[in-house]
């Protein structure tokens, strides 16, 4: 490997190189780029110099090392462990910074010292993903979270998604199925909250024709459906204890029974679960079995909160406004950078996309403003709870209470119906046609 010392001449590395269909890059141990292939260059030099700069230089702009630069280096642990290492990083490319999976292999010279580096990179996203199904972050608590993903997606291991609701939980299953070997089958999902232990043993696998009263056909179950793909079920808590031994059956035999039927069928699918619930506590007080928690669990994935990655608010914010104004140009002003980055969410990413749902309708300019994120005034319930008939355990029809809340704002609010239709979230024109008919209505109670 002496020849290796003279990089600029390394036709035959550089073969090598090109034989890899993934962006590869040789580096020594100073970091210094030695040869690349046609497949880096494309992805991440955008055409320019590469050899002889540092790899750290041209993957993210920095000018030290990335352990220097309070990252993880691989190359680093690589000469500290002596062995293969894989990590996500953050890579800057053509179309912005990117995560990247990359693979690190030493190379030694005769007497066994590593003396050089094969760097093989792996994006994480291709540019045929569905830009609306797309996850977006850059703080560590997604990479970490990220990383597990692409970890797990090629290998057909159960994972169980945990986190609050709105943290993207589906999002995260499409994601597993989408870089899976199974990404061109079905991915089914399942929606376990609501389902009587009927309804959901029909659902999951399907009925015969008479089975029961109303089967008047014959229907696939969603374990059916999802034949060589995956099976997402969501809020799997939820599952009805006495449906959870039949959900451990089909885990464990690979087959399953429809309703009404006495021939087993062999099921083929990749299963994902996810919840919000604390399923270990669940198991504890006897609400969810133990044998079962173990099955779906041996991949347990965190998807961290967005108040946990305040770094990923405004890309988050960013990526979703392009997708809801897709025929208008709008952006944030700073002090609406500033509003969202300083708000609490407890909705998480749901709740942003709620946010900015309604600001892209009460915003006619160019730039949201922080009054466009305003959530509606939650003082309704104080109102509420003074008015004649409420606070006193009398239940009323939604209509009144929506007319005695808003005749009450109307008299309180300083500001003009434009302003107040805004602070509501509906039209000025809703807002006259509900306070006409308020009126109209105390005229005919007065007559």
């Given at each position: 490997?002496?020849?290796?010392t003279?990089?600029?001449?390394?036709?035959?590395?550089?073969?090598?190189?090109?034989a890899?269909?993934?962006?590869?890059?040789?580096?020594?141990r100073d970091y210094?780029?030695c040869?690349?292939?046609?497949?880096?260059?494309?992805?991440?030099?955008?055409?320019?110099?590469?050899l002889?700069?540092?790899c750290?230089?041209?993957?993210?702009?920095?000018?030290?090392p990335?352990?220097q630069?309070?990252e993880?280096?691989?190359?680093?642990?690589?000469?500290?462990?002596?062995?293969?290492?894989r990590?996500?990083?953050?890579?800057?490319?053509p179309?912005?910074?990117?995560?990247?999976?990359v693979?690190l292999?030493?190379?030694?010279d005769?007497?066994?010292?590593i003396r050089?580096?094969?760097?093989?990179?792996?994006?994480v996203?291709s540019?045929?993903?569905d830009?609306?199904?797309?996850?977006?972050?850059?703080?560590?608590?997604?990479?970490?979270?990220?990383e597990?993903?692409?970890r797990?997606?090629?290998?057909?291991?159960?994972?169980?998604?945990l986190?609050?609701?709105g943290?993207?939980?589906?999002?995260?299953?499409?994601?597993?199925?989408?870089h899976s070997?199974r990404?061109?089958?079905?991915?089914?999902?399942?929606?376990?909250?609501?389902?009587?232990?009927?309804?959901?043993?029909?659902e999951?696998f399907?009925?015969?024709?008479?089975?029961f009263?109303?089967?008047i056909?014959r229907?696939?179950?969603?374990?059916?459906?999802?034949?060589?793909g995956?099976?997402?079920?969501d809020e799997?808590?939820?599952?009805?204890?006495?449906?959870q031994?039949?959900?451990l059956?089909?885990?464990?035999?690979?087959?399953?029974?429809p309703?009404?039927?006495?021939?087993p069928?062999?099921?083929?699918?990749?299963?994902?679960?996810?919840?919000?619930?604390?399923?270990?506590?669940?198991?504890?007080?006897?609400?969810?079995?133990k044998?079962?928690?173990y099955r779906?669990?041996p991949?347990?994935?965190?998807?961290?909160?967005?108040n946990?990655?305040?770094?990923?608010v405004?890309?988050?914010?960013?990526?979703?406004?392009?997708?809801?104004?897709?025929?208008?140009?709008?952006?944030?002003?700073d002090?609406a950078?500033?509003?969202?980055?300083?708000?609490?969410y407890?909705g998480?990413?749901?709740?942003?996309?709620?946010?900015?749902e309604?600001?892209v309708?009460?915003?006619?300019?160019?730039?949201?403003?922080?009054?466009?994120?305003?959530p509606?005034?939650?003082?309704?319930?104080?109102?509420?709870?003074?008015?004649?008939?409420?606070?006193s355990?009398?239940i009323?029809?939604?209509?009144?209470?929506?007319?005695?809340?808003?005749?009450?704002?109307?008299?309180?609010?300083?500001?003009?119906n434009?302003?107040?239709?805004?602070?509501?979230?509906?039209?000025?024109?809703?807002?006259?046609r509900?306070?006409?008919?308020?009126?109209?209505?105390?005229q005919?109670?007065?007559?």
């Amino acid at each position: 490997m002496s020849d290796l010392t003279n990089y600029h001449s390394l036709p035959a590395i550089s073969s090598l190189l090109d034989a890899i269909t993934a962006p590869a890059i040789l580096m020594d141990r100073d970091y210094q780029i030695c040869a690349a292939n046609e497949a880096y260059r494309k992805t991440f030099s955008e055409d320019q110099a590469i050899l002889s700069r540092h790899c750290y230089e041209v993957s993210h702009g920095y000018r030290v090392p990335c352990d220097q630069a309070g990252e993880t280096c691989p190359l680093r642990q690589c000469l500290d462990t002596g062995q293969r290492q894989r990590i996500l990083h953050i890579h800057n490319t053509p179309n912005g910074r990117e995560h990247v999976d990359v693979e690190l292999n030493p190379i030694r010279d005769d007497e066994g010292e590593i003396r050089y580096f094969v760097e093989i990179m792996h994006p994480v996203r291709s540019a045929e993903d569905d830009p609306a199904s797309r996850m977006v972050g850059y703080s560590p608590a997604y990479t970490q979270m990220l990383e597990l993903l692409s970890r797990a997606a090629p290998s057909d291991i159960s994972v169980l998604l945990l986190g609050e609701s709105g943290t993207g939980k589906e999002l995260a299953a499409q994601y597993l199925h989408s870089h899976s070997l199974r990404a061109a089958a079905p991915f089914v999902t399942v929606e376990c909250s609501g389902l009587t232990e009927t309804l959901f043993e029909s659902e999951l696998f399907g009925h015969e024709k008479g089975a029961f009263t109303g089967a008047i056909h014959r229907k696939p179950g969603l374990v059916e459906a999802a034949r060589g793909g995956t099976l997402f079920l969501d809020e799997v808590g939820d599952i009805p204890l006495a449906m959870q031994v039949k959900l451990l059956r089909l885990i464990e035999s690979g087959s399953y029974r429809p309703v009404g039927s006495v021939t087993p069928k062999q099921a083929d699918f990749r299963l994902i679960c996810a919840t919000h619930h604390q399923l270990e506590e669940m198991v504890a007080q006897g609400t969810f079995r133990k044998d079962l928690f173990y099955r779906i669990s041996p991949f347990p994935v965190y998807l961290p909160t967005l108040n946990e990655r305040p770094e990923d608010v405004i890309p988050l914010a960013t990526h979703m406004l392009d997708q809801l104004t897709r025929h208008r140009t709008l952006e944030f002003s700073d002090a609406a950078c500033d509003w969202l980055i300083n708000h609490q969410y407890p909705g998480n990413i749901r709740e942003l996309r709620n946010l900015l749902e309604r600001a892209v309708l009460l915003c006619d300019g160019r730039f949201i403003e922080p009054e466009h994120l305003e959530p509606v005034p939650t003082g309704g319930s104080a109102l509420l709870a003074t008015s004649s008939g409420i606070g006193s355990g009398e239940i009323l029809p939604l209509a009144d209470l929506e007319n005695i809340y808003l005749a009450r704002i109307a008299r309180a609010y300083p500001g003009d119906n434009a302003a107040l239709a805004r602070k509501l979230g509906v039209s000025e024109r809703t807002l006259y046609r509900k306070l006409r008919q308020l009126r109209d209505q105390q005229q005919n109670e007065e007559i």
